[in-house]
């Protein structure tokens, strides 16, 4: 088990130094995409199935971060900035950001469904039914990418 997962952290280049996972992190993850249960990665790694869990969770944190970090840069770089109130209709979104697009003259590669869908899925919890819940920035890039941050 353990000598697969490092095959695979090798062949796709995972490298510590320059990932947000320690490399323990990185092998505990590979595992869990794989359905190993905790208590079998602890046996493996001869440690507590606490110890498994502990070092998930931080690594599932460390991902949520460089995701944020990531979706903070395209938005510093995206020359289309909506801001969307709580409260707004997700079927309202659409025009506000081909809106501002058309005045930006960015061209945005969505019809409104696959934006809305788009903006619910990055959205997680920010949407409920139709009402976005949570503010929200809706960038657009140059190339007309969709980025979906919440609001703080």
Do not use: W
Not at 28 to 54: K, P
Not at 121 to 132: C, L, P, T, Y
């Amino acid at each position: 088990m353990l000598d697969e997962v490092e095959e695979l952290l090798e062949d796709i280049g995972f490298d510590p130094d320059s990932s947000v996972l320690t490399y323990r992190q990185a092998q505990v993850l590979a595992l869990r995409e794989r359905d190993i249960s905790q208590a079998a990665i602890a046996d493996e790694l001869g440690t507590s199935r606490a110890n498994v869990s502990s070092i998930e969770a931080s690594a599932r944190e460390n991902l949520q971060k460089a995701h944020e970090t990531v979706a903070f840069a395209e938005a510093l770089r995206a020359p289309v900035r909506v801001r969307v109130p709580g409260g707004t209709d997700l079927y309202d979104v659409p025009d506000l950001v081909y809106e501002a697009c058309d005045e930006a003259g960015v061209k945005v590669d969505y019809t409104a469904p696959d934006l809305m869908k788009a903006v619910n899925d990055a959205a997680g919890g920010a949407v409920s039914g139709r009402e976005v819940s949570t503010p929200l920035i809706v960038g657009v890039t140059s190339e007309g990418m969709v980025r979906v941050r919440h609001q703080d």
